[in-house]
Structure formats: C-alpha cells, structure tokens
C-alpha cells in the first residue's frame, strides 16, 4: 500500500464506486467508464457514454449491475459480466434541467438538477403514476441554489444534501411532502463542496474544500460536534470552524477514527504537492501536531473520494486511482509512511483562533520539494550570526574596511548564487517536462500495444466463434440430411409393404371367388347356349343403359356431401400412407380396441334384450294365472 492504479494519461478521474466484491467503476473526463479490481489493478471491462455524468452507482441489490445518470436525466444501466448496455429516460418536471450530483440507496436513486433540489426517482417503479411513471416525491422549494453533493443515510431513506449557499439539509424520503420531509437544516460557510455520512449517527459537510462541520444526527435531536452553524440563512456566520484547513492546504473529506476521543480523521494535503496525508482530530476539531500518515498522491487536484470499511480510494486530475488502507487497526496500515510531513500539515490546530483573531498568514508553498520537514538545515543559523557580527564597529580603520568589505562578498557571492540558480532551476524543469513527456510517449505506446493485443485477441475470438458456429451449422445440415434419407427409406419400405398386402388380398379374393365364378358358369353357359335372339339383345341394352348411367354418374357435378366424402377418403388415404410403421401400429391397435368395445356393447344390448323378453314372458304368465 498504497496502489496506484493508471486509468488514464490524458484525462480525470471525476467519480469512483466500489461493490462489495472489491470491484470499482471509475468515470473519466473523456466519457470512458473503466471496470477493475483494487486487489490486483487488473481491468475487467469498459464501457463509453455521449453525454457527461451526474453519477455513477453500483447497484445494492446485484454486485454486477451498475447505474449511471447522464446530465439530461438518461439512466443507463451496465451489467459486469457481458457487455450489454441499456438506456432509460427518467422524466423530470422541466426537460431542459442539468443534473449536478445523485445518490443511492437500495435501487432508490435521488437526482439535483440545477435549479430544483431533487426529486427521489425509484429504479424498480413508482408509487405514485399520476405524473411521470418514476418520480416519487419532489422537493423543490427548501434550496435556494444548486445542490452540489448528496448521500443517503445507513438506513437508506433520510438523505443529507449541501449547495453552493452553503445550507445543509436533510430530508425523510419516505415523505412525499416537502415541509412534512424536511427533518433539519443548517447553515454554514458557503460553497458546499462535499458532504458524507460517517456511520449511523455523525455526518458531515465541508466548505470551500477548507472548513469542516460535523452534526450528531440523533433520533429526535441535532447535535453540533464542531463547527460554526447558524440556524437561519440571514444570520451572519463570524466564527470559524477549528476544524480548518487554510489554503494553500486543502481537505478532500473525512473518514472514521481510531476511537471516540480521535472519531475522525482528515484527508487532506497542499496545493501543487504529490502526497496526501491522514490527521486525526479530536472531539472538538482541533488536529493532532502531526499527521498520523503522508504517503505519495497525485500530481494534481484530488477529484474524487470513496471510502470502504478497509480501504480508501481516491481519484485525481492525473488519471490515476490510489488505494490507501482505511482500517486503522490493520497491521499493514503505516508501512508507506514517507515519515517527512510537509510544514503546512504540523502544530496547525490553532489555526481557527488565529483565523478569527486575524493574525493569520497568508502562506506559500515553495516548488523545490514536495514535503519539507520542520526542522531546518544545521548551517542556516550561522548566516545571521556573521551578519550581526560584521555590522559591529571596530576601533581601527583596518577592521572597519574588513568588517565593511564581510557584507559586500556575501551579497555578491548570494546574487551569484541566485543567477547561476536560476538556470539549473530552468534546466530541472525542462528535464522534467522531458521525462514526462517521455513517460506519456511511452505510456500511450503501451495503451496502443494493449488496444492492438485487445483487438488481436477479440478477432481470433471472433474467427473461433465464427469456425465453431460454421461446424455446428455443418453438423446440423448433416443430421438433417441424415433424418430425411431415413425417412424416405422409411417410406419406400411403407409402399413396398403396402403393395405386398394389397397383391396378397386381390390374391385371395380371386382364390375365394373363384368357385362362385365356376358355379355361376355352368348354368350361364348353359343358358347361353339356350339363350334366345330376343335375350341377347335385352341383355345388350341392359349393359348399354349400365355403361351410360355410370358414364352420367362420372360425367355428373358431386354434390357437397359426395365431395366432402371424397376429400375425407383421400385424406385418409393420404394420412395413411404417411404414416410410420409404429404409427400404422397404434392405428390399428385403436381400431381393434373399438371395435372390441362396440362388439361388447351390442353383447351387452342383445343380453338386455333377452332379460326384457324372458321378464315380459313371466310377466304375462302371471297375469294369466291370475
């Protein structure tokens, strides 16, 4: 620790979100949304947006799933594991508003624009469809300027917001009302520019990036931990809060504490200097003489802040993330420590009451070291001394222009300095701007090795896909062709077995008919042979009238029933020789069993039949008896 993980060269990191899995999502200025790992700085996935975002959240519910809001209200939502993307608009009450910050908090989403101060949007639907199908409540008349940061509660439904007014509010979204949802608010020194939620009870504002307010937000009560808070707008704030960072220092946020005397501790550093350093404070603002930790930052402005139970993570101008250990009693917590704290960060507790008294500095920062420690070089107390010494008189004209001629060496041999410092300070810093310029030539033709690699790997993917997806086609075209010739064989083995039966029953109906032709012979022979002029010709115009009625029965339109009977036989006979073999089977088997059935029920008729005859029998027996 810590680990600096290099997402960009060219642009900033804007915003950082971290699941529970150790998996975070960064947006960069360039629209570009990275996905990696803490542990390793390995890159998951990235995705890209046309428009600038508002916020960025993974969501509670599903470690995968992540929610951007876009600044003209578009919600899109990106799934980890594959690279799909989808896009939703949430409809607002005035379309031409800019969204300026967002929170979340169980897949509830509250949106600020510029001019309203948020409106609750539930991801999952609505619970109330009369206007706009997402909005669920709206509070637009407590702020009176923009709303620049915003963070729900540990509970998930009472959320803090601060402007550029510097008025701290806090409201209860389970509330649809404005006045009914307002559960407090506080003024401090404006502009807000950061406020967060330490644990269930403590919250937090920082103004200006310089002064820090801290709230004990009870059930029922509103304490102020430290910081100067009025309860009206109008009212002039003249105090300052002791927990105060004096530019050109700088405080990015607060995070939780070692124990209830230290319950917070500052993340802060110096302008235009590469570290960032861990302070604790007590329960009254007031910071500790030196910091608990300085490790290296980021060359540029911190941007962006996250903070997990173990870890803190922030984001700078530069591109770069830096994972620093947040758990105090973690053993490995320390071991960075770069032990030279820079002298704007040491004894800086009494800044608030030099601040109010007005005997505060105005400071600068030196550019020829990035962390300077309090204590100064052994020789420097000497110069004054000889100075002092030089300007006494002397009794003699000779060490009056020896102690004349000690002040003029020094000046000219310290004006030397100066010049010939001059250019070696010119030439460092152009060695400097070479090396980096080095450095960014060289990382960029990395980004372009990996893109190449990347776009390599993906078209050998794509052809394994491509080549796998031809065979599985071919297999298929196969099986087809396979199953098809299998049915034909299947079909032809059908008609040939059809065609076998049909010649084995014309074979014995011509066996059966052949004695009834042998009897009906004998006597048409013998009455042809006795058969008359006047026979045959009768005989003739019978078969005539025959061949011409059957003739007029073809020649004759069917009827609608006679066609449907026709088209009923073809389709039988069509049905049957599509069957399959196993199919025939089952037909038959169901011919059998009803015809068996309809055998039983006429067994069953005649027996009911005989019982009616035998009763009607005796029934009459009696009566004559009697």
């Given at each position: 620790?810590p ?19 150790n ?17 390793t700085?390995?890159?998951v996935?990235?995705y ?8 960025i959240?993974f ?8 929610y ?14 594959s ?6 608009r949430?409809?607002?009450e ?18 600020a ?19 706009h199908?997402?909005?669920i ?6 702020h ?10 540990l509970n998930?439904t ?7 007014d ?6 209860d979204?389970?509330l649809?009302?404005?006045d009914n949802?307002?559960?407090w ?22 103004s200006?990036?310089?002064?820090a307010?801290?709230f ?20 002039p704030?003249r105090?300052t809060s ?6 050109p220092e ?8 070692v ?15 590469k570290?960032?350093?861990l ?8 910071r500790q ?5 300085t490790?290296?930052?980021?060359t ?12 803190l ?7 770069n ?9 973690n053993p ?49 107390s ?9 300007s006494k008189p ?8 020896t102690?004349s ?7 000219s ?5 100066s010049?010939?410092?001059?250019p070696d300070?010119?030439k460092e ?13 060289k990382?960029?033709?990395k ?20 080549q796998?997806e ?8 196969a ?19 059809r065609?076998?039966?049909?010649q ?15 009897a ?16 045959r ?6 078969e ?10 073809k ?18 006979r ?6 399959t ?7 038959k ?8 059935r309809?055998?039983?029920?006429e ?24």
């Amino acid at each position: 620790m810590p680990v600096r993980i290099d997402l960009s060269s060219t642009s900033s990191v804007r915003m950082i979100t971290v699941n529970e899995d150790n998996l975070a999502c960064a947006y960069l200025a360039n629209l570009y949304i990275p996905i990696f790992t803490l542990d390793t700085g390995a890159r998951v996935r990235r995705y890209e947006v046309s428009n600038q975002l508002a916020g960025i959240h993974f969501s509670h519910n599903k470690k995968s799933v992540i929610y951007a809001v876009d600044d003209s209200f578009g919600l899109h939502l990106f799934d980890v594991r594959s690279d799909s993307k989808k896009k939703f608009r949430l409809n607002p009450e005035s379309e031409n508003h800019n969204v300026n910050c967002t929170a979340m908090a169980n897949d509830i989403i509250a949106v600020a624009s510029s001019e309203f101060g948020g409106g609750i949007l539930d991801v999952r639907g609505s619970r109330r469809r009369e206007h706009h199908a997402h909005v669920i409540s709206l509070y637009d008349k407590r702020h009176k300027a923009g709303v620049v940061d915003m963070q729900f509660y540990l509970n998930g439904t009472h959320l803090i917001t601060g402007d550029t007014d510097g008025s701290l509010k806090s409201f209860d979204t389970k509330l649809r009302d404005e006045d009914n949802a307002i559960r407090w608010e506080r003024w401090v020194k404006g502009p807000i520019t950061k406020v967060g939620v330490i644990n269930k009870r403590i919250v937090y504002g920082i103004s200006d990036r310089s002064e820090a307010t801290v709230f004990v937000d009870a059930k029922g009560s509103l304490e102020v931990l430290y910081g100067s808070v009025n309860t009206a707008a109008n009212e002039p704030i003249r105090n300052t809060s002791k927990a105060f960072f004096k530019k050109p220092e700088w405080c990015a946020g607060l995070i939780k504490g070692v124990t209830d005397e230290i319950p917070l501790v500052a993340v802060h550093g110096v302008e235009k200097k590469k570290f960032i350093s861990l302070t604790a404070m007590n329960q009254e603002g007031v910071r500790q003489s030196a910091p608990m930790l300085t490790y290296k930052g980021h060359t540029g402005d911190v941007k962006c802040m996250t903070v997990t139970p173990e870890l803190l993570i922030t984001g700078g101008e530069d591109g770069n993330v830096i994972v620093q250990i947040s758990n105090f009693k973690n053993p490995k917590f320390g071991e960075d420590n770069t032990h030279h704290h820079h002298r704007l960060t040491l004894n800086r507790g009494d800044l608030a009451e030099l601040e109010d008294n007005g005997e505060g500095r105005v400071e600068e920062v030196s550019d020829d070291s990035d962390s300077d420690s309090d204590s100064k070089a052994p020789g420097s107390s000497s110069k004054p001394s000889t100075s002092k010494s030089s300007s006494k008189p002397s009794s003699s004209s000779a060490g009056a222009s020896t102690s004349s001629a000690g002040p003029s060496t020094s000046g000219s041999s310290s004006s030397s300095k100066s010049k010939s410092s001059k250019p070696d300070k010119e030439k460092e810093k152009e060695k400097e701007k070479e090396k980096k310029e080095k450095m960014e030539r060289k990382e960029k033709e990395k980004e372009e090795e990996k893109e190449k690699e990347r776009k390599k790997k993906k078209e050998e993917k794509e052809r394994k896909k491509k080549q796998e997806e031809e065979e599985a086609e071919k297999e298929k075209k196969a099986k087809k062709e396979e199953k098809e010739k299998k049915e034909e064989n299947a079909r032809k083995e059908e008609k040939e077995k059809r065609k076998k039966e049909e010649q084995e029953k014309k074979e014995k109906k011509a066996k059966d008919d052949q004695p009834s032709t042998s009897a009906a012979s004998g006597p048409s022979s013998s009455s042809s042979r006795q058969e008359t002029k006047e026979e045959r010709r009768a005989r003739k115009e019978r078969e005539a009238k025959a061949r011409e009625l059957a003739e007029k029965k073809k020649s004759e339109p069917m009827t609608e029933e006679q066609k449907k009977y026709a088209e009923e036989r073809e389709a039988r006979r069509l049905a049957k020789l599509a069957e399959t073999p196993e199919q025939r089977a089952a037909r038959k088997q169901k011919a059998r069993e009803e015809r068996e059935r309809l055998e039983k029920l006429e067994k069953e008729a005649k027996k009911a039949k005989k019982r009616d005859g035998e009763g009607s029998s005796s029934s009459d027996a009696k009566r004559a008896k009697h």
